[in-house]
């Protein structure tokens, strides 16, 4: 019998389990979402990108965040973000506190900034627009369902934290897409105005603002 590396594995390198990233540790990312087929058109809610969990009935974009530069380049991590739980608002007011955070880092938007061009730059046309979206991201740590340690996304750097600029040059000018393979839209032109500027009324559902 010929043996290939397929029949003898002597020669095959050792396995090398990951240490967990440090929590706090901040690091660019890619995050792109998997698409759970759950609608609601009233709420804004299109695409099949939302998940719906059977055991809770829970609403969630289940979210995979790939780290771009740095020395966890290619790690991924997993975190799902609310859109709506049956026990109350907290979690879908979560859920659109992240969105604002990330979008206020991938576009650059200062998180007090409230003018017309911030305004219009934490608007999305539907999760389309964040699959595929990068920006930066503190890492967490958290116990998974075996109760062992994971590494988690619950917060994302804002452009008021003190290495936000030095670590954006690490991100690239152009993003690709995510579970869609499209091309994440470009944000929308921001240059920050002066602070005395009111953002406008939107007529676009909550969970969009």
């Known amino acids: 019998m010929t043996m290939n590396q397929w029949n003898d594995f002597n020669d095959a390198e050792q396995q090398h389990g990951f240490e967990l990233i440090p929590k706090g540790a901040l690091v660019p990312v890619r995050m792109t979402i998997k698409p759970g087929g759950f609608d609601d058109p009233t709420q804004g809610w299109t695409g ?3 998940t719906q969990s059977f055991e809770t009935g829970s609403v969630y ?9 740095g020395p966890y380049a290619k790690r991924k991590m997993w975190s799902n973000i609310g859109l709506h739980s049956g026990k109350g608002p907290a979690w879908g007011q979560m859920g659109r506190s992240m969105i604002r ?3 206020n880092s991938a576009r650059n938007v200062h998180p007090q900034d ?21 920006f930066l991201v503190r890492v967490d740590v958290e116990k998974d369902a075996k109760g062992e340690d994971r590494n988690v996304v619950k917060l994302a750097i804002e452009p008021d934290h003190k290495d936000y600029a030095a670590l954006m040059v690490s991100i690239p000018k152009s993003v690709s897409g995510g579970q869609s393979g499209a091309p994440a839209q470009a944000a929308p032109s921001y240059t920050a105005p ?16």
């Open 194 to 209: 002066p602070r005395s500027a009111s953002a406008p009324a939107s007529g676009r559902p909550a969970w969009a603002q």
């Open 61 to 69: 974009l289940a979210c995979e965040f790939i780290i771009t530069a």
């Open 101 to 103: 955070g990330i979008l």
């Open 48 to 50: 099949g990108y939302a």
């Open 114 to 134: 409230n003018s017309p061009q911030a305004a219009a730059a934490r608007r999305i046309n539907s999760f389309a627009d964040l699959d595929g979206i990068e």
